[in-house]
């Protein structure tokens, strides 16, 4: 049965950070292409960051501040969040596609692109 766990979300200031992960249980992250996604109350959920065996991408809101990586070893993707803003609050989902010409091509910010989601971890930053 294939399963994401996602954790790190919390409350934050502005101009703080947070680290989520994202653990895969019942298949391998590295033939995925696996993609963070948010949603805010009253918005589409959207996407932030995608890896791909190839590319990286960010939506241009995230760039700069926020950095995708995975550890095959853990199969674990994880999202370092920096100088985080109000407008960053969402819950957060990790999502898996297997579409082999994302996993070997370029990975899409696209939710419908995904197969297979997580639950979700809240994010806030609010002073």
């Known amino acids: 049965q294939l399963q994401f766990v996602e954790s790190g979300g919390g409350l934050v200031q502005p101009g703080g950070s947070l680290r989520l992960s994202c653990v895969a249980s019942?298949?391998?992250?590295?033939?995925?292409?696996i993609g963070w996604f948010r949603q805010a109350p009253g918005k589409e959920r959207e996407g932030v960051s995608c890896?791909?065996?190839?590319?990286?991408k960010y939506a241009d809101s995230v760039k700069g501040r926020f950095t995708i990586s995975r550890d095959n070893a853990k199969n674990t993707i994880y999202l370092q969040m920096n100088s985080l803003k109000r407008e960053d609050t969402a819950i957060y989902y990790c999502?898996?596609?297997?579409?082999?010409?994302?996993?070997?091509?370029?990975?899409?910010?696209?939710?419908?692109?995904?197969?297979?989601w997580g639950q979700g971890t809240q994010v806030t930053v609010s002073s």
């Open positions: 999502a898996a596609d297997p579409t082999p010409e994302r996993v070997f091509g370029t990975c899409a910010l696209l939710p419908s692109t995904a197969r297979y």
């Open positions: 019942g298949f391998t992250l590295d033939n995925y292409a």
């Open positions: 890896i791909s065996r190839r590319v990286i």
